[in-house]
């Protein structure tokens, strides 16, 4: 059986350095993703697209290696930030927080065996944002990333220095903040947990 390691196969984009600003260009790839607001502390329609989003992929990543004979990990959880005023977004307003959560899925992956992945999880589970997922391709180009490491509180000093670092590149912020979580923050001490952030740029 053939196994491979997404995560490791695309290492620029999943594994940057944790000590400075990387400039890096991402290529257009697949997603399950679902769109939502508010706080995703609090917010159980943001709770809701995990649980979805995880079951779905889960249940592909089987399908695949049952009829392809292909084994691969499930990728973990991305998230996309925005506000309609961008400063609720700097000030932490966060029930004003828009967001699109997604995992990125392999090339094998068809929009026909999303849709039959969906209605196959949802005759079995009874997930509320099961009939919100979409499948997409999402091209997000030249883009600023680093490795942050500790808890999401502490994340704005790393995003200050992507930003300043696009400035003085002689590019501009372009696009919706990038999140990638790489650590399961319910089992992960917050001072270990890693995050990837990541900025696009023009």
């Known amino acids: 059986m053939e196994k491979i390691d997404y995560k490791k196969k695309l290492e620029e984009l999943y594994n940057p350095s944790a000590k400075e600003v990387t400039a890096i260009n991402v290529p257009k790839m697949n997603f399950l993703m679902i769109d939502g607001q508010g706080d995703p502390g609090t917010s159980k329609p943001y709770?809701?697209?995990?649980?979805?989003?995880?079951?779905?992929?889960?249940?592909?990543?089987?399908?695949?290696?049952?009829?392809?004979?292909?084994?691969?990990?499930?990728?973990?959880?991305?998230?996309?930030?925005?506000?309609?005023?961008?400063?609720?977004f700097t000030k932490g307003n966060r029930n004003n927080w828009r967001w699109t959560a997604m995992i990125m899925q392999p090339e094998m992956v068809t929009k026909e065996m999303v849709g039959e992945t969906i209605e196959e999880v949802t005759k079995k589970k009874?997930?509320?944002?099961?009939?919100?997922?979409?499948?997409?391709?999402?091209?997000?180009?030249?883009?600023?990333?680093?490795?942050?490491?500790?808890?999401?509180?502490?994340?704005?000093?790393?995003?200050?220095?992507?930003?300043?670092?696009?400035?003085?590149?002689?590019?501009?912020?372009?696009?919706?903040?990038?999140?990638?979580?790489?650590?399961?923050?319910?089992?992960?001490?917050?001072?270990?947990?890693?995050?990837?952030?990541?900025?696009?740029?023009?």
């Open 47 to 88: 709770q809701e697209a995990i649980e979805a989003l995880f079951s779905v992929s889960y249940a592909l990543k089987f399908k695949i290696k049952k009829s392809r004979g292909v084994d691969y990990s499930v990728m973990p959880l991305e998230g996309l930030w925005w506000a309609d005023d961008m400063a609720d």
């Open 126 to 202: 009874n997930f509320p944002a099961l009939p919100l997922i979409r499948f997409e391709s999402y091209n997000e180009g030249p883009a600023a990333q680093i490795m942050h490491i500790g808890p999401f509180s502490e994340e704005g000093s790393n995003i200050q220095k992507i930003h300043k670092f696009i400035e003085e590149s002689g590019h501009k912020l372009r696009g919706k903040h990038h999140e990638i979580y790489l650590s399961d923050y319910r089992k992960t001490a917050p001072e270990k947990m890693k995050t990837v952030l990541r900025q696009p740029m023009e």
